[in-house]
């Protein structure tokens, strides 16, 4: 099985990382990471950087798609060489999937009009604007696409794959030998959970460098 990471300037490491260790525990995985040219990428954060191994002209098929999110996502949804590979891989990809804003490249490539989707909950309404359905779960199956909801999400989603492809003991096994088993010390990691100051807060916040990132986009 050919498992594509897209990764690019201004990912949210996690985003792409959390499913990586998942999926490239499955058997007879090749994890390919693809990147708009070869080299390296810097986090939204630019303290981590991350190697993609294959420029995304050297990509032509694959079967998994995994499109991770990042401030670095605003620009890259007008970027037609970026929008037209993502179209034609997903032509003959078994699954395409988008951890957080992610889904907005999904979206804006025009794969999601009409599919039910998630993406981050501060943006979860922007995946109306090229037609897809916003669905406020965690991870999101409709078709062949799959998409999670914001960052910690993707290691969901891709236990969700690693079950639905291979089945209970081997989806089992990766989640055990991973050791997750979440256990966080506060219960406001859901937008509808939190006290309201601190969702208002973190929204102001996402909002803010969401309009930052399109304008330096």
Known sequence: MKIVFLVFDGITALDA???????????????????????EVRTDNKVLGLTAD?????VTSCDLLVVPGGYGTRRLEKDERLLNWIRAIDRDTKITASVCTGALLLSAAGLLRGVRANTHWAL???????GAIPAAQRVVRDGKYATAAGV???IDLALELALELFGHDVAAAIQLGIEYDPDPPLDCGDAARADPKIRDAVLGRV???DAQAKAQG
């Not at 294959?54 to 050297?58: E, L, P």
């Not at 979860?124 to 090229?130: A, T, V």
């Open 207 to 209: 909002r803010a460098r």
């Open 54 to 58: 294959v420029g995304i002209d050297d």
């Open 124 to 130: 979860r309404e922007r995946l109306s604007e090229h």
């Open 17 to 39: 990382i959390g499913p990586y260790e998942v999926l490239a525990r499955l058997p007879g995985a090749e994890v390919v990471f693809a990147g708009l040219q070869k080299g």
């Open 152 to 154: 910690s999400a993707g």
